[in-house]
């Protein structure tokens, strides 16, 4: 506050013609005085209203923070103005049942900012979710780049933003869709924003082309449905037709598609970036960023479900986990090739944002781990209002000529000037850099700051001849200065961007058989929805370029003949690394359902909530109604769910909570037999177990618990489905299993 007042002091002095004040921070310095050139002084402190977001707690509560600040001081409820308010609740009238008066101001204010509370929403990556975080560098890249936030223990405040791409702002989340994985760093150079998706290419290969494929996934023009998916004509018909977006497709049809929670997901920059280290030497990279939760989807009827249950699935995930003190984390890391004239390794186009480098071929090395460990105080401030550009670097990291970054760095600036009203949106809290700001950047709409000073502009005497420009030593920005071929003007591409196929075909070759028959069912459903039957024919086309099992199971399920290819098969070698199955994983922060009766056992259900709260786990009871169970003498348990309003899709397992042998008196025959797990099972819960087996969940239950299960119509002894007497042997089978994240082997091999 001190340093606020101090700088307050400087502003005034510096309105006043001809004052001479010292400069706080820099001792002996000399404003400028108005119309006298001074001795040059350095570079300004940061302005008052420009510094970043306060410091949070980790549940994102911001202490310290004065009221004011959040737009929310004293008591009292008042106008815009400041103005105490006696009566919101009735206009002011000329009498009770008169007239309403114009002169109410407080009326007018109240509806004309309601009026106007809607902006527009982005054109794309409409619908997303947020959280702030931090980031440590571990010191490995210091190597490559000069970029300080990467270097050793070096912490950087972060805010993250996921988001679907076709949607509108309120659709559903768990749509077959491509995530936006954005990452904003508020590093003391200024801010860096790494503004990538979850898959590792992009539809199209010049940004010329933005529009096209949008319009093409978007809605259509005339009903403007379907809403926030790709199973529609215009879809289907670009991407035939244009076929550099076979890769990026094909990624979108399998699991990658439909994350199981942005906490799940990898997250890609595409493009090949410059990283210049200290000496100026420089290489090429394309970064990664690798959950420590692992990567884990959705199965398609799942993620149906769950858009009609709860559209907010995901964005509800990734605040509970944080709320819960679960904190999602990923391992940001970069694959590096060697900055050659021609941009290619091993045989792969740098340059080309459709094509990616296998991970065995050059490794993805770990250079800073971030943790998101607060949510957002306020939606629109934060998470709609940030606004992240690719252009956005830091000492240290540069771009290359990959003609889709070109035009996103084109893009983002612009679209912010419409969608946050005019070219001041630097200014907002979220996207305030933590840097000190003296840009001579001048006026314009909602500007904020007030500037002091004569002179907004370069070279100039009356201020001093402030700001100064920083050399490379004062973390001034410095392009690579890389060579470019001497060249002609051209509307062409590469000969090298011409291969549309083989590395969709090395994508369909390094999935396991599961994850193809995912494949195979996900286009023949998207293809199915095409009206056109030329366009569903195209597709096969398109198909049978990437192989011919998928082309011939899909044209199968279509009901149409199979084409053979039209461009021979590329030889390619499979990248295991691109398949999602095969380790074991943390399960921190699953949700488990336990479906429990009357008659359930309760001290056992009491022994495996415990277990799984300390795994980290969400145990949620779902009991036939809203009573808590009781009846051992024993403390009640809570139901946070019920048979009405529980479906198998919100828990990654679903334990039943068996009812113990009949005792000899009446009593215990008779609570065995009301107990969830007695013959008479509900048929919401049988619909509830037999879903959960269907999408490959872990089943598991004790004491009678088998009689819901067959009931359920599950086989006896299918795999993944845990029944024994002692509950805790069941939940440790079970806490393997969902380190597996599904039972694998319930998907039949395609
Ligand atoms: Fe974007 N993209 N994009 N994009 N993009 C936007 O910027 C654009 C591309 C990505 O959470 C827009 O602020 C063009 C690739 C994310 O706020 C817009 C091209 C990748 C987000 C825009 C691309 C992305 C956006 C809309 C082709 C992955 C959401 C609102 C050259 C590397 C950021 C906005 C957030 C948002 C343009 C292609 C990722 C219109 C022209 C490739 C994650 O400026």
Same mark, same amino acid.
């Given at each position: 506050?001190?340093?606020?007042?101090?700088?307050?002091?400087?502003?005034?002095?510096?309105?006043?013609?001809?004052?001479?004040?010292?400069?706080?921070?820099?001792?002996?310095?000399?404003?400028?005085?108005?119309?006298?050139?001074?001795?040059?002084?350095?570079?300004?402190?940061?302005?008052?209203?420009?510094?970043?977001?306060?410091?949070?707690?980790? @549940?994102?509560?911001?202490?310290?923070?004065?009221?004011?600040?959040?737009?929310?001081?004293?008591?009292?409820?008042?106008?815009?103005?400041?103005?105490?308010?006696?009566?919101?609740?009735?206009?002011?009238?000329?009498?009770?049942?008169?007239?309403?008066?114009?002169?109410?101001?407080?009326?007018?204010?109240?509806?004309?900012?309601?009026?106007?509370?809607?902006?527009?929403?982005?054109?794309?990556?409409?619908?997303?979710?947020?959280?702030?975080?931090?980031?440590?560098?571990?010191?490995?890249?210091?190597?490559?780049?000069?970029?300080?936030?990467?270097?050793?223990?070096?912490?950087?405040?972060?805010?993250?933003?996921?988001?679907?791409?076709?949607?509108?702002?309120?659709?559903?989340?768990?749509?077959?869709?491509?995530? !936006?994985?954005?990452?904003?760093?508020? @590093?003391?150079?200024?801010?860096?924003?790494?503004?990538?998706?979850?898959?590792?290419?992009?539809?199209?290969?010049?940004?010329?082309?933005?529009?096209?494929?949008?319009?093409?996934?978007?809605?259509?023009?005339?009903?403007?449905?379907?809403?926030?998916?790709?199973?529609?004509?215009?879809?289907?018909?670009?991407?035939?037709?244009?076929?550099?977006?076979?890769?990026?497709?094909?990624?979108?049809?399998?699991?990658?598609?439909?994350?199981?929670?942005?906490?799940?997901?990898?997250?890609?920059?595409?493009?090949?970036?410059?990283?210049?280290?200290?000496?100026? !030497? @420089?290489?090429?990279?394309?970064?990664?960023?690798?959950?420590?939760?692992?990567?884990?989807?959705?199965?398609?009827?799942?993620?149906?479900?769950?858009?009609?249950?709860?559209?907010?699935?995901?964005?509800?995930?990734?605040?509970?986990?944080?709320?819960?003190?679960?904190?999602?984390?990923?391992?940001?890391?970069?694959?590096?090739?060697?900055?050659?004239?021609?941009?290619?390794?091993?045989?792969?186009?740098?340059?080309? $944002?459709?094509?990616?480098?296998?991970?065995?071929?050059?490794?993805?090395?770990?250079?800073?781990?971030?943790?998101?460990?607060?949510?957002?105080?306020?939606?629109?401030?934060?998470?709609?209002?940030?606004?992240?550009?690719?252009?956005?670097?830091?000492?240290?990291?540069?771009?290359?000529?990959?003609?889709?970054?070109?035009?996103?760095?084109?893009?983002?600036?612009?679209?912010?000037?419409?969608?946050?009203?005019?070219?001041?949106?630097?200014?907002?809290?979220?996207?305030?850099?933590?840097? $000190?700001?003296?840009?001579?950047?001048?006026?314009?709409?909602?500007?904020?700051?007030?500037?002091?000073?004569?002179?907004?502009?370069?070279?100039?005497?009356?201020?001093?001849?402030?700001?100064?420009?920083?050399?490379?030593?004062?973390?001034?920005?410095?392009?690579?200065?890389?060579?470019?071929?001497?060249?002609?003007?051209?509307?062409?591409?590469?000969?090298?961007?011409?291969?549309?196929?083989?590395?969709?075909?090395?994508?369909?070759?390094?999935?396991?058989?599961?994850?193809?028959?995912?494949?195979?069912?996900?286009?023949?459903?998207?293809?199915?929805?095409?009206?056109?039957?030329?366009?569903?024919?195209?597709?096969?086309?398109?198909?049978?370029?990437?192989?011919?099992?998928?082309?011939?199971?899909?044209?199968?399920?279509?009901?149409?003949?199979?084409?053979?290819?039209?461009?021979?098969?590329?030889?390619?070698?499979?990248?295991?690394?691109?398949?999602?199955?095969?380790?074991?994983?943390?399960?921190?922060?699953?949700?488990?359902?336990?479906?429990?009766?009357?008659?359930?056992?309760?001290?056992?259900?009491? @022994?495996?909530?415990?277990?799984?709260?300390?795994?980290?786990?969400?145990?949620?009871?779902?009991?036939?109604?809203?009573?808590?169970?009781?009846?051992?003498?024993?403390?009640?348990?809570?139901?946070?769910?019920?048979?009405?309003?529980?479906?198998?899709?919100?828990?990654?397992?679903?334990?039943?909570?068996?009812?113990?042998?009949?005792?000899?008196?009446?009593?215990?025959?008779?609570?065995?037999?009301?107990?969830?797990?007695?013959?008479?099972?509900?048929?919401?819960?049988?619909?509830?177990?037999?879903?959960?087996?269907?999408?490959?969940?872990?089943?598991?239950?004790?004491?009678?618990?088998?009689?819901?299960?067959?009931?359920?119509?599950?086989?006896?002894?299918?795999?993944?489905?845990?029944?024994?007497?002692?509950?805790?042997?069941?939940?440790?089978?079970?806490?393997?299993?969902?380190?597996?994240?599904?039972?694998?082997?319930?998907?039949?091999?395609?």
């Amino acid at each position: 506050m001190a340093e606020k007042n101090r700088v307050k002091a400087v502003v005034e002095a510096l309105t006043e013609h001809g004052a001479e004040v010292e400069i706080p921070g820099r001792p002996g310095s000399r404003s400028p005085a108005v119309g006298e050139p001074t001795e040059p002084a350095g570079p300004l402190p940061p302005k008052p209203d420009q510094r970043g977001p306060e410091p949070r707690t980790p @549940t994102g509560r911001r202490d310290g923070i004065p009221p004011e600040a959040n737009g929310q001081g004293g008591e009292f409820l008042t106008t815009a103005q400041g103005l105490r308010v006696r009566d919101s609740d009735h206009s002011l009238k000329a009498g009770a049942r008169g007239p309403v008066l114009l002169q109410d101001h407080h009326l007018r204010e109240k509806i004309t900012h309601f009026d106007h509370e809607r902006i527009p929403e982005r054109v794309v990556h409409a619908r997303g979710a947020a959280a702030h975080g931090v980031f440590k560098g571990y010191g490995t890249a210091s190597a490559v780049t000069r970029a300080a936030f990467l270097g050793k223990d070096v912490e950087t405040p972060v805010f993250v933003r996921f988001s679907t791409v076709l949607g509108s702002r309120g659709s559903a989340d768990t749509v077959r869709d491509t995530r !936006g994985f954005a990452t904003k760093f508020y @590093t003391d150079e200024g801010v860096f924003d790494l503004v990538g998706n979850n898959i590792p290419v992009f539809f199209i290969q010049d940004a010329i082309k933005f529009p096209d494929v949008i319009h093409a996934g978007k809605p259509h023009p005339d009903r403007e449905i379907p809403q926030a998916q790709s199973a529609h004509d215009t879809f289907w018909d670009f991407v035939s037709l244009h076929t550099e977006a076979t890769h990026h497709t094909i990624w979108n049809m399998s699991d990658r598609g439909i994350p199981r929670s942005y906490r799940t997901m990898e997250g890609f920059g595409i493009h090949t970036f410059r990283l210049v280290d200290a000496d100026g !030497g @420089t290489s090429l990279v394309k970064w990664h960023w690798k959950p420590r939760a692992g990567v884990h989807s959705l199965v398609w009827e799942e993620a149906q479900l769950i858009n009609g249950m709860d559209p907010d699935f995901h964005r509800r995930d990734l605040a509970d986990a944080i709320e819960a003190g679960a904190f999602p984390q990923w391992e940001l890391g970069v694959q590096v090739f060697p900055d050659t004239p021609d941009q290619m390794f091993e045989g792969v186009d740098l340059l080309d $944002p459709t094509k990616l480098v296998p991970e065995e071929l050059a490794p993805v090395q770990p250079v800073g781990l971030m943790t998101l460990n607060a949510n957002p105080l306020n939606y629109f401030a934060e998470t709609e209002q940030v606004a992240f550009h690719p252009g956005h670097l830091v000492p240290g990291i540069d771009i290359t000529d990959d003609p889709l970054l070109t035009g996103r760095l084109f893009s983002y600036l612009d679209t912010q000037i419409s969608r946050l009203g005019g070219p001041n949106f630097a200014q907002l809290p979220i996207n305030r850099t933590h840097a $000190p700001v003296n840009d001579m950047l001048r006026d314009g709409m909602h500007q904020t700051a007030v500037h002091s000073g004569a002179a907004p502009y370069k070279p100039n005497s009356l201020d001093g001849g402030c700001p100064f420009f920083a050399g490379a030593a004062e973390g001034g920005y410095t392009e690579a200065p890389v060579a470019i071929p001497a060249a002609h003007k051209v509307r062409e591409a590469p000969a090298s961007f011409d291969d549309h196929f083989s590395h969709a075909r090395r994508f369909w070759l390094s999935l396991t058989p599961a994850e193809r028959e995912h494949v195979i069912a996900a286009y023949t459903f998207e293809l199915s929805k095409v009206w056109e039957p030329a366009i569903r024919e195209r597709n096969l086309g398109v198909l049978a370029n990437i192989d011919p099992v998928l082309c011939q199971e899909v044209a199968a399920g279509l009901g149409l003949p199979a084409p053979g290819p039209s461009v021979p098969l590329a030889e390619v070698e499979p990248s295991p690394a691109l398949s999602q199955l095969g380790g074991e994983w943390p399960v921190a922060g699953r949700v488990i359902g336990i479906v429990a009766g009357p008659g359930s056992d309760l001290n056992a259900l009491r @022994t495996v909530r415990r277990a799984i709260l300390d795994g980290g786990m969400v145990p949620l009871v779902i009991a036939p109604n809203g009573a808590p169970l009781s009846g051992d003498g024993a403390e009640e348990i809570e139901a946070q769910r019920t048979f009405a309003n529980a479906r198998s899709v919100e828990f990654d397992a679903l334990l039943v909570a068996g009812a113990p042998a009949p005792g000899d008196d009446a009593k215990g025959a008779r609570d065995a037999k009301a107990g969830i797990a007695g013959t008479a099972v509900d048929p919401r819960v049988r619909l509830m177990l037999a879903e959960a087996f269907r999408h490959a969940k872990a089943i598991g239950g004790w004491a009678n618990a088998s009689a819901a299960i067959e009931a359920a119509g599950i086989p006896a002894g299918s795999a993944g489905v845990v029944l024994a007497d002692e509950p805790r042997l069941v939940w440790e089978q079970i806490t393997g299993l969902l380190a597996r994240h599904r039972v694998w082997d319930r998907f039949p091999a395609a």
